[in-house]
């Protein structure tokens, strides 16, 4: 295997939260829609607004890669849904389906075999597509475990 494919399979890897923790798709699993927005007093948002955070600023660094045109949500109020929303059974399921769309997307840039993952990106040439997937996977990762928590909390697992 060459060090190009060697690095493509890690950088999946670590898209799809193999290997260190659990991927989205088991987290979420079987999750009731009666807890979606449950929040408790020291912890600012609920699971939704959690997932839909992970939504948000995945599909920011997607179209930061993939358009120069882009401009970025307001910080940090942007990435994330506006106070007082709420998720139903549908909303929860178009968020994950927006997401893995995305997390989809990204991973087709990963396996292209066109994708230099260290030339500096044309619009923004102090970042690279390596850096923003690494981003990606750092982030989704950190939340996954928060996921967790409140699954922990709301005494789901």
């Keep these: 295997m060459n060090s ?3 690095l493509r399979k890690q950088l999946l890897n670590l898209l799809r ?4 923790h659990q ?22 948002y609920s699971p939704w ?7 948000i600023a995945q599909w920011d660094i997607l179209e930061f890669v993939r358009d120069p045109d882009h401009v970025s949500p307001e910080w940090p109020d942007g990435y994330w849904p506006p106070q007082g929303e709420a998720a139903d059974e549908k909303r929860w399921s178009r968020t994950l389906a927006l997401f893995n769309q995305d997390l989809a997307a990204l991973e087709s840039i990963v396996n292209d075999p066109e994708t230099d993952f260290f030339r500096p ?37």
């Design 17 to 20: 939260a193999k290997n260190a």
């Design 121 to 157: 990106i044309p619009h923004a040439p102090d970042y690279t597509i390596f850096r923003e997937i690494l981003l990606v996977a750092d982030h989704n990762a950190y939340h996954l475990g928060q996921l967790i928590v409140l699954k922990r909390l709301l005494k789901i697992i």
């Design 49 to 55: 607004e959690l997932l839909e955070h992970m939504r």
């Design 23 to 44: 991927p989205l798709e088991s987290i979420v699993a079987n999750f009731p829609s009666t807890s979606f927005n449950s929040k408790f007093s020291s912890i600012p």
């Design 4 to 6: 190009n494919n060697a």
